[in-house]
C-alpha cells in the first residue's frame, strides 16, 4: 500500500489551500482515511477522517473550517482547508485505517507528508 499527498504550500491567514492523498496498492471498499497534523515540537494530531462510506469526525480544531471528503474511484481523499490560522501550521499526513478512529496508532499506512505554512 502507498499512500502520496499532496498540497500545501505557504498562504496568508484568512486563505485555503486543498490537500489530497491518492492510495493504491489494493481495494480500499472497508478502510478510512485520515489526516494528522504535527508541528514542530507538537505531538501528531488528528485533524479528520472519513471512512469509505461516508461516515466522517473532524477534530474541534478543523471543524467547520476544513472540509474532508473522497473520490472512491479514484481512491483519493481530499482535504479543503478555509479560513486558514498561524496555529495551523504543520506537517499534514494522510493515513490509512482499517476502521475509523481519531487515534493515529490505529494507522497501518502513512503518506510522506506535505508541509502547509500559514503566515499571520
Known amino acids: 500500500v502507498q499512500l502520496q499527498a499532496f498540497g500545501g504550500g505557504l498562504v496568508q491567514a484568512g486563505g485555503s489551500l486543498s490537500l489530497s492523498c491518492a492510495a493504491s496498492g489494493r481495494t480500499f471498499s472497508s478502510d478510512a482515511m485520515g489526516w494528522f497534523r504535527q508541528a514542530p515540537g507538537k505531538e501528531r494530531e488528528f485533524v479528520a477522517v472519513i471512512s469509505w462510506t461516508g461516515s466522517l469526525y473532524y477534530a474541534d480544531s478543523s471543524r467547520g473550517r476544513f472540509t474532508i471528503s473522497r473520490d472512491s474511484a479514484k481512491n483519493t481523499v481530499y482535504l479543503q482547508m478555509t479560513s486558514l490560522k498561524p496555529e495551523d501550521t504543520a506537517v499534514y499526513y494522510c493515513?490509512?485505517?482499517?476502521?475509523?478512529?481519531?487515534?493515529?496508532?490505529?494507522?497501518?499506512?502513512w503518506g510522506q507528508g506535505t508541509q502547509v505554512t500559514v503566515s499571520s
Open positions: 493515513a490509512l485505517s482499517r476502521y475509523i478512529s481519531r487515534d493515529y496508532s490505529h494507522y497501518d499506512y
